[in-house]
T-cell receptor, first 112, second 113 residues
Framework: KQEVTQIPAALSVPEGENLVLNCSFT??????LQWFRQDPGKGLTSLLL?????REQTSGRLNASLDKSSGRSTLYIAASQPGDSATYLCAGPQGGSEKLVFGKGTKLTVNP | DAGVIQSPRHEVTEMGQEVTLRCKPISGHNSLFWYRQTMMRGLELLIYFNNNVPIDDSGMPEDRFSAKMPNASFSTLKIQPSEPRDSAVYFC???????????FGSGTRLTVV
């Protein structure tokens, strides 16, 4: 059974800092991993999708990596801004199914 | 595309009442998921459909919960009777099989008093 863990649960940084959010998963046979952003009271917005054949994906100031052998993924945010403040969730499929298992998220606060 | 559309956005009901949540997936997506989010448990998958057929309902908490997908453009999640512990945000999401890209709706915040 897939289990997804995110550490830390909360992170507060000053504006402009580069930061890394961590995600670990138990089923190394995952075929992809996704990072989402959730603003308070809102739904989830997909940020990056990494297929198992890839090692990383980039979108603007965001870079996500996937290491299946170690069961880890990281989300790197460069030059953080107050607008990046949100909860970031990672999710991986359960076995070979379409069911996504989510971590509990990291709540990021970027202070001006 | 307007994205995944859920209604209502907020629902407040009394314990024992029936609650129906609605979802319209993205046109062309063939898999639909219902999730529940609480502070304690995070996001939990309740049920998912593929091509309108329920594939896995192992996350449905009990018989008070039921879900249907009568056609490719509409799904409902029903709770009857509702209880205070059902209070949560319920999300619907859809995807096209094989693409890996999931789109979530804005959610329905349910409060049972």
């Amino acid at each position: 059974k897939q289990e997804v863990t995110q550490i830390p649960a909360a992170l507060s940084v000053p504006e402009g800092e580069n930061l890394v959010l961590n995600c670990s998963f138990t089923d190394s046979a995952i075929y992809n991993l996704q990072w989402f952003r959730q603003d308070p009271g809102k739904g989830l917005t997909s940020l990056l999708l990494i297929q198992s054949s890839q090692r990383e994906q980039t979108s603007g100031r965001l870079n996500a990596s996937l290491d299946k052998s170690s069961g880890r993924s990281t989300l790197y945010i460069a030059a953080s801004q107050p607008g990046d403040s949100a909860t970031y969730l990672c999710a991986g499929p359960q076995g070979g199914s379409e069911k996504l298992v989510f971590g509990k998220g990291t709540k990021l606060t970027v202070n001006p | 595309d307007a994205g995944v559309i859920q209604s209502p956005r907020h629902e407040v009901t009394e314990m024992g009442q029936e609650v129906t949540l609605r979802c319209k997936p993205i046109s062309g997506h063939n898999s639909l998921f219902w999730y529940r989010q609480t502070m304690m448990r995070g996001l939990e998958l309740l049920i998912y459909f593929n091509n309108n057929v329920p594939i896995d309902d192992s996350g449905m908490p009990e018989d008070r919960f039921s879900a249907k997908m009568p056609n490719a453009s509409f799904s409902t999640l029903k709770i009857q009777p509702s209880e205070p512990r059902d209070s949560a945000v319920y999300f619907c999401a859809s995807t096209l099989t094989g693409t890996g890209g999931y789109t979530f709706g804005s959610g329905t915040r349910l409060t049972v008093v």
